[in-house]
């Protein structure tokens, strides 16, 4: 379980967990997915590459089609100053959801269905607190992926 890596994108956006339970109202998750997909655009390739690349034009002009294959996904809060690691159950829930959204928006994924997402893995890192409040996503080539053209 992920051993392939295939992409890894930063973006300068802050992953919260909404402790205190999803909105009932729609506007919270419209507001936040529109937060998650302008960080995703300005965001940069960390792999494979350097982080010199752009999403924007990663996505543009290297991957203009979404994977065609199973991926699992990590996504990593990165803390910054003053932060505080979250309970391990509340990584991925809260405006995670919304970074899913936007990604599938933002054509990596055909959906967020598990027909094209294996595993989301929640992941949080202390050691980076320069670089943070930021999200880190790593997609990873599935052990479930019986198709051979994912990378």
Known sequence: ???????????????KNQNSGQSRHW?????EKKIMTTALQQGRILYPGDGNLRFGVFSKE???HPFDCIIDLTVTRILGK????????SIIRGNCKQLIDAIVD????VDDSSRHVGRVLGM???????RGPAIEITFWESPDEQNLSCS
Not at 6 to 14: K, R
Not at 27 to 31: E, L, P
Not at 82 to 89: A, C, I, K, N, T
């Open 124 to 130: 949080q890192d202390a050691s980076q607190r320069d």
């Open 27 to 31: 506007s919270t998750a419209h507001r």
């Open 1 to 15: 379980m992920f051993e392939k890596r295939i992409l890894t994108i930063s973006i300068d956006a802050e992953l």
């Open 82 to 89: 003053g932060q505080r690691l979250f309970d391990p159950d």
């Open 62 to 64: 290297i991957m203009p």
């Open 106 to 109: 933002a054509n990596l994924l």
